[in-house]
């Protein structure tokens, strides 16, 4: 699970000038600073990405919700008696579950794709800390904005962020709201084995429920969001030196420790897909600004493009060469992590040097 979004982004936010004064730049081609009023910056690819990522999550966040309701409906059909809803409905179980994994795994790449965007402008933070980044309620810096009511009448406590909590349930990687009494054998082999979880149906709607209407606030929210140069520029340097604590995440995970892995989430597909879906989102803001940029200096705006590329060149990279086969060890990870970083502190502190030329306030 990541830290908290707003703790994250604060902490960048604040260290953002000081990466500027070691930052390599390109070199000036003018010593006059430019002003930069956000209506003279067309953004309007930043608002299309956003609300295009949203239209994509909400559509797989109603079909978890759809599948939450047909697995409560059917777990209720048999006062929630698990071993009997098995006995009787298990091929049904077993069908809503793959629809639900199939559902999250589209999920995933939506949200994450546009998480730089949403992670990084702070009046749309909170949603990176319900959605992806919050923890739960043991964690209270960090902790998520909601509670989870069940139907039978309970109150979750702050229990993690909805990817999480989705994804460990439906595939039983956490045991916090698995069903009790049966075993977790969703294609009743005989064999508990990884990847299969049969959820407490109360628990499971409230979880689906829950990430559907935060993805639908996220949407609604998305439509009416103007974005800003300062917002652009903003979300560039908050989110792109976040590569230490994205590759500290994928080291403990099933990726990298295998079945010693201490970190249950991340087990539809790689952390290194996530950061090359974030990266990939702060490319495309990038791309908007870089006008801005070279108006101002050319070489600079050149070099960073350059930079955020190659950086985004090397996660994928990895990425291809995991889903390859390739096994990374704890050590590489810590390795390959701390070269991202580099390459992202730099490239934020030339972002940062450059909203300063500009007088494009960076938020905090």
């Not at 299969?196 to 009416?224: M, Q, R």
């Not at 101002?296 to 493009?305: F, I, L, V």
Request: charged residues 25%; hydrophobic residues 40%.
């Amino acid at each position: 699970m990541e830290i908290g979004g707003l703790a994250r982004w604060s902490t960048i936010a604040l260290g953002a000038a000081a990466l500027a004064a070691g930052a390599g730049c390109g070199d000036d081609e003018g010593d006059d600073t430019t002003t930069a009023a956000s209506g003279g910056t067309d953004l309007s690819a930043v608002k299309y990405y956003l609300t295009g990522h949203t239209a994509q999550l909400t559509a797989s966040t109603q079909i978890l919700k759809e599948q939450g309701d047909r697995y409560y409906a059917l777990a209720k059909s048999e006062d929630f008696d698990y071993q009997a809803l098995m006995d009787e409905h298990g091929d049904e179980v077993a069908e809503l579950m793959e629809r639900s994994k199939d559902a999250f795994h589209k999920a995933n790449p939506a949200y994450e794709e546009m998480e730089g965007i949403v992670a990084g402008v702070p009046r749309l933070a909170q949603y990176d800390v319900d959605i992806d980044a919050g923890s739960d309620a043991s964690d209270a810096a960090n902790a998520v904005s909601f509670s989870l009511e069940t139907p039978d009448g309970k109150t979750i406590k702050q229990p993690g962020n909805a990817m999480f909590i989705t994804e460990t349930t439906i595939y039983g990687t956490d045991k916090s709201f698995l069903a009790e009494g049966v075993k977790q054998d969703v294609d009743r082999d005989g064999k508990e084995e990884f990847g299969e979880g049969i959820p407490d149906a109360n628990a499971y709607k409230a979880i689906v429920d829950k990430f559907d209407e935060l993805a639908s606030g996220l949407a609604a929210d998305a439509h009416e969001f103007e974005p800003t140069a300062s917002d652009a520029f903003t979300a560039i340097t908050v989110m792109t030196p976040t590569m230490s604590e994205y590759f500290e995440a994928w080291k403990n995970t099933r990726a990298v420790a295998g079945a010693q892995a201490t970190d249950p989430a991340f087990v539809d597909r790689s952390r290194l897909y996530d950061i090359a879906d974030i990266l990939e989102g702060l490319v495309l803001t990038y791309d908007q600004v870089n006008p801005m940029i070279a108006k101002e200096s050319k070489a600079q705006a050149e070099q960073t493009g350059k930079a955020l590329g190659d950086l985004l060149t090397f996660v994928e990279g990895l990425r291809d060469r995991e889903a390859a086969g390739t096994q990374f060890s704890a050590e590489q990870a810590d390795t390959l992590g701390s070269e991202a970083q580099s390459q992202a502190e730099a490239i934020a502190g030339q972002v940062t040097q450059a909203a300063q030329r500009l007088n494009v306030e960076l938020q905090s």
